[in-house]
């Protein structure tokens, strides 16, 4: 029957983009150190999602953090030292 | 798409140099900057960096490099930075919505069959706990959409590979910044 071999062939397509999902989950999980660091097996895909958001939102805050660093020090070189004319000269 | 699951230090050496030639770009252009520029252009040329390392290859390289451009300030500073290099592409967003509705329709089907079906093997309760589950997922992906750029349009496999090429990107960003923030700190302190 048509119906059967067409729910035979969705069914044989999802099992293989499951395999592909868990394969990439697996991939996120080792990435994210909140994860990896957890003894249990199984993390819910919740979790993996749940801690991926919080990741990403870290790193952006680093990102903003390093520049707000570095503009500071920019600003706060002694312009007379040797480092600073260094630094500026690789920079500006 | 090429898969990218570890940093090497070429990649942290192409973003390097490319940041910094951003960071000499603007700062051509805008000769006496108060701090605040200085962050901007700091930040600015970092993010073009990172986003032109892969060379438009994913989704979030080149919303990343379109949204930074739309703005008019910004477009002279960005095509001075891509004049020897890469073109920057424009995303066809009007192709991709109808052939997502489509898909879209047949998968709202698709699920209230499944769920009717569900129901009548798995009892009320089990149905429940997982439709829970289900929202708490779809919450979340539209989190993650929201953190990638270009990620609204997305789903699935593709949401999840341009996350992992995303978070290495970011590392790789943060990685090259922080050391160079603290390398300039103790020189400075050394004195």
């Known amino acids: 029957m048509s119906s059967r071999r067409s729910r035979m062939r969705q069914a044989g397509v999802s099992r293989i983009s499951e395999d592909q999902i868990a394969d990439l989950v697996s991939k996120l999980q080792q990435l994210i150190p909140e994860i990896r660091n957890r003894r249990s097996d199984r993390v819910s895909a919740s979790e993996v999602l749940q801690e991926t958001c919080n990741y990403i939102k870290n790193l952006h805050r680093e990102v903003d953090d390093l520049s707000d660093r570095l503009s500071q020090l920019l600003e706060s070189i002694d312009s007379d030292s040797a480092q600073a004319a260094i630094i500026r000269s690789l920079l500006m | 798409m090429k898969a990218r699951t570890g940093y090497s230090t070429s990649l942290k050496q192409e973003f390097l140099k490319k940041w910094i030639k951003g960071i ?32 438009a290859s994913t989704r979030w390289s080149r919303t990343l490099t379109a949204n930074i451009s739309k703005n008019e300030t910004n477009k002279i500073f960005v095509e001075q930075i891509f004049s020897d290099s890469e073109v920057i592409k424009k995303e066809a967003p009007s192709r991709l919505m109808a052939r997502s509705n489509r898909i879209a329709s047949k998968k709202i089907w698709r699920r209230s ?60 960003q943060v990685d090259v910044m922080r050391r160079l923030a603290s390398a300039a700190e103790n020189s400075t302190r050394s004195l």
């Open chain 2, 113 to 172: 069959h499944i769920t009717q079906i569900k129901a009548r093997k798995m009892g009320p309760y089990a149905v429940k706990a997982r439709s829970i589950a289900k929202k708490l997922v779809k919450n979340r992906t539209k989190v993650l959409k929201s953190l990638v750029p270009g990620g609204e349009n997305m789903d699935g496999i593709s949401l999840i590979k341009e996350t992992l090429d995303y978070i290495v990107s970011l590392r790789v």
């Open chain 2, 24 to 55: 000499r770009i603007y700062s051509n252009f805008k000769k006496d900057m108060n701090i605040l520029e200085r962050k901007k252009a700091i930040k600015l040329s970092a993010d073009l960096a990172i986003a032109s390392t892969r060379n």
